[in-house]
């Protein structure tokens, strides 16, 4: 609360009878001028400068006007005062003077004077100030008479918040045309006789397990749409016995299955191929990894060292005497065994119709230039064209258009976490950099935006040159709007 000059009415009654003066009117209200108004925001702050213009109030000898800036919110009670400015007559500025009553900030100038007040005040920005209003409240006071209050002066009217910008999405064709290569694999555990290479296709479970082979090669070979490009079978042996026969064994062993499985269906030799491991001592390592076998750790680093093969093996039986019969046992067979791989392309398919169907099916045989073919038969504002190319980046994560296609779809329904990670697997292309500063846009980070359209439009991408002229005039509107003009000196 301010402290009044004179505290003693009749000091004051006496002091007007003695200037003459007699009671002072109070003025109209509306003295608040400026020649000059600033009013911005920081990071974190909101900045408010003004130069007042008092030389026109004269209050009288003994009377005030206070001005007091008041930032309102706009939608809330919330409100904050600043310090005051107060132009008194002669009398009250000297009586302020010799009592040091001012707050630290609030000002002070003698009415009539020359003088230029400079406010200068910065103050934390708070949420309710993102839409609020500056006001100059105006109040007359002297000794004798109650504090006037008088109508309050629009300064300015703030508004911080930041209105969406949606720019127009950019979706692209996906190119590829090449053939889809597919591949099918497994593991057959065919067992030879011991120290053998002959194929015996019906001793022991031969039946069950070349069945497995011929079956996975029977489907791809009677899919109309599939073609057997390559047919690979790698043999492995198991660590029992020297390496060197070990390596004959698998050699053997291998080449047999190659032969019986290329005479069953008159195979060329060319789609045939082979390899072999003639101790699989990677599957040992993935079974003692899991398994709670007893001294396990000690046997997995042997299992793991840089040994020779042989030693290994002697090592692990020397050692561990137990646990190695239990391993050859238990484990030594499994890691005989071949695993196969046919390896088969698909057709092209030109019928849009059979496109779809084989979407409905079989999305993974289409070439992603099919998804583009398929989308463009759908409105982009369809359920349908939104899950061609949502199928598309799942077939294929990695491709550039799939990715960006992906991204404005998840723009459209508002999942910019989403967003971000396709459109980090765009690539490079004017529309990825385009794509970029839409979802900058959406994001709120303008600034970041207008850079990577600008980069766009420079490029010749029609859309980038017309959402950036919509962009510079949307960060163009005026956050702060001001109600009072300053005045000419």
């Given at each position: 609360m301010r402290v009044n000059i004179l505290k003693n009415s009749i000091v004051c009654a006496v002091m007007l009878m003695m200037?003459?003066?007699?009671?002072?009117?109070?003025?109209?209200?509306?003295?608040?001028?400026?020649?000059?108004?600033?009013?911005?925001?920081?990071?974190?702050?909101?900045?408010?400068?003004?130069?007042?213009?008092?030389?026109?109030?004269?209050?009288?000898?003994?009377?005030?006007?206070?001005?007091?800036?008041?930032?309102?919110?706009?939608?809330?009670?919330?409100?904050?005062?600043?310090?005051?400015?107060?132009?008194?007559?002669?009398?009250?500025?000297?009586?302020?003077?010799r009592n040091k009553d001012l707050m630290p900030g609030e000002k002070l100038v003698r009415a009539g004077s020359d003088e230029r007040v400079e406010f200068r005040e910065v103050v934390r920005f708070q949420q309710w100030m993102q839409r609020c209003r500056v006001v100059m409240r105006e109040e007359t006071q002297t000794c004798c008479d109650p504090i006037e209050q008088q109508d309050n002066t629009p300064v300015a009217e703030l508004n911080f918040i930041i209105d969406p910008f949606y720019p127009e999405f950019r979706y692209v064709n996906i190119v590829g045309d090449s053939l889809v290569v597919m591949s099918a694999e497994g593991r057959a555990f065919v067992t030879f006789v011991v120290d053998r290479t002959e194929l015996k296709p019906n001793y022991m479970n031969n039946p069950k397990e070349i069945g497995k082979i011929i079956a996975s090669i029977d489907k791809v070979k009677n899919d109309p749409d599939a073609t057997i490009t390559s047919v690979s079978i790698k043999g492995f042996a198991s660590p029992e016995g020297t390496y060197k026969h070990n390596i004959e064994l698998a050699m053997g062993r291998t080449a047999t299955l190659k032969e019986y499985v290329r005479k069953h269906y008159d195979f060329d030799s060319s789609i045939?191929?082979?390899?072999?491991?003639?101790?699989?001592?990677?599957?040992?390592?993935?079974?003692?990894?899991?398994?709670?076998?007893?001294?396990?750790?000690?046997?997995?680093?042997?299992?793991?060292?840089?040994m020779d093969p042989d030693a290994k093996d002697l090592s692990i039986k020397r050692t561990y005497p137990e646990e190695?019969?239990?391993?050859?046992?238990?484990?030594?067979?499994?890691?005989?065994?071949?695993?196969?791989?046919?390896?088969?392309?698909?057709?092209?398919?030109?019928?849009?119709?059979e496109l779809k169907r084989v979407f409905r099916t079989t999305p993974e045989r289409l070439r992603p230039v099919d998804f583009s073919r398929i989308a463009a038969t759908y409105s982009p504002d369809s359920p349908e064209y939104e899950a061609t190319y949502m199928k598309a980046v799942e077939i294929y994560p990695y491709n550039n258009e799939a990715n960006l296609n992906a991204a404005n779809i998840m723009m459209k329904r508002n999942n910019l976490v989403e967003a971000a990670?396709?459109?980090?697997?765009?690539?490079?292309?004017?529309?990825?950099?385009?794509?970029?500063?839409?979802?900058?846009?959406?994001?709120?980070?303008?600034?970041?935006?207008?850079?990577?359209?600008?980069?766009?439009?420079?490029?010749?991408?029609?859309?980038?040159?017309?959402?950036?002229?919509?962009?510079?005039?949307?960060?163009?509107?005026?956050?702060v709007k001001y109600l009072i003009q300053p005045t000419e000196k």
């Open positions: 200037t003459g003066i007699g009671t002072v009117s109070a003025h109209t209200g509306k003295l608040f001028k400026v020649s000059k108004i600033n009013i911005s925001r920081g990071e974190k702050q909101l900045l408010i400068h003004f130069d007042v213009d008092a030389h026109h109030i004269k209050p009288g000898i003994d009377r005030e006007v206070v001005f007091t800036p008041v930032i309102r919110a706009i939608g809330s009670a919330d409100s904050l005062e600043l310090p005051t400015i107060t132009v008194a007559g002669r009398n009250s500025y000297y009586a302020h003077l045939m191929h082979t390899d072999f491991e003639p101790e699989d001592w990677q599957g040992l390592i993935e079974w003692l990894d899991t398994c709670r076998l007893e001294h396990r750790d000690e046997i997995l680093a042997i299992a793991r060292s840089n190695y019969a239990h391993i050859l046992k238990t484990v030594y067979p499994w890691l005989r065994h071949s695993d196969y791989k046919i390896t088969y392309s698909i057709r092209t398919f030109a019928d849009i119709e990670r396709y459109v980090s697997r765009s690539g490079d292309s004017t529309e990825a950099i385009y794509t970029r500063g839409v979802l900058a846009a959406r994001n709120g980070d303008f600034e970041r935006a207008q850079m990577y359209m600008t980069t766009a439009a420079e490029q010749g991408l029609d859309v980038a040159i017309s959402q950036l002229e919509l962009l510079k005039k949307h960060r163009a509107r005026p956050t």
